[in-house]
T-cell receptor
Framework: DAKTTQPNSMESNEEEPVHLPCNHS???????IHWYRQLPSQGPEYVIH???SNVNNRMASLAIAEDRKSSTLILHRATLRDAAVYYC???????????FGKGTKLTVNP | DTAVSQTPKYLVTQMGNDKSIKCEQN?????MYWYKQDSKKFLKIMFS???????INETVPNRFSPKSPDKAHLNLHINSLELGDSAVYFC?????????????FGPGTRLLVL
């Protein structure tokens, strides 16, 4: 299973941008980068995914390094509701399963 | 409308008992999954089914038996419950079995074995 490295925890202030980093130095050319988050006492929730190009959706942006060995999830204006554990996941070609690591616990301060 | 639902939400039972957890999705998806989140919060896949056919079985003890009566349902039956089975169990579904596809998770079933 492809491996990712994320900081254990990060803090942010409400209404400020948050940049959540993820290292995946062993990524292969066909691996997709997915981000999910898990709010307290809830199931994981899809955030965004990408392959090579940066991606934007209503929840967040995903910035992928040119060599694809790292990526950053960007929350443009953090809200209290964004406090969650964020998981960066590599999905290998031909594999439908999600392999979760420890994730980054994001705390948002009012 | 709840996309992926699970029942029960909480389950407290004695060691040695047999119990079932039910999962239903109304998204019209072909693939369903069971994940287990242990006390250390690690989430790990247990099973996946595609069109009622078992696709993934991640070396789960055979006390755990998933059953898919139709594409919209994937139930998990657990025999002879052990203390170590205490965890949160999440059901998920996706439209296709490809790496780009989003998985939608249920709210979880919190199982406590005493």
């Amino acid at each position: 299973d492809a491996k990712t490295t994320q900081p254990n925890s990060m803090e942010s202030n409400e209404e400020e941008p948050v940049h959540l980093p993820c290292n995946h130095s062993t990524i292969s050319g066909t691996d997709y980068i997915h981000w999910y988050r898990q709010l307290p006492s809830q199931g994981p929730e899809y955030v965004i995914h990408g392959l090579t190009s940066n991606v934007n959706n209503r929840m967040a942006s995903l910035a992928i390094a040119e060599d694809r060995k790292s990526s950053t999830l960007i929350l443009h204006r953090a809200t209290l509701r964004d406090a969650a554990v964020y998981y960066c996941i590599l999905r290998e070609g031909g594999s439908e399963k999600l392999v979760f690591g420890k994730g980054t616990k994001l705390t948002v301060n009012p | 409308d709840t996309a992926v639902s699970q029942t029960p939400k909480y389950l407290v039972t004695q060691m040695g008992n047999d119990k079932s957890i039910k999962c239903e999705q109304n998204l019209g998806h072909d693939t369903m999954y069971w994940y287990k989140q242990d006390s250390k919060k690690f989430l790990k896949i247990m099973f996946s089914y595609n069109n009622k056919e078992l696709i993934i079985n991640e070396t789960v003890p055979n006390r755990f038996s998933p059953k898919s009566p139709d594409k919209a349902h994937l139930n998990l039956h657990i025999n002879s419950l052990e203390l170590g089975d205490s965890a949160v169990y999440f059901c998920a579904s996706s439209l296709l079995r490809i790496q780009q596809e989003t998985q939608y998770f249920g709210p979880g079933t919190r199982l406590l074995v005493l």
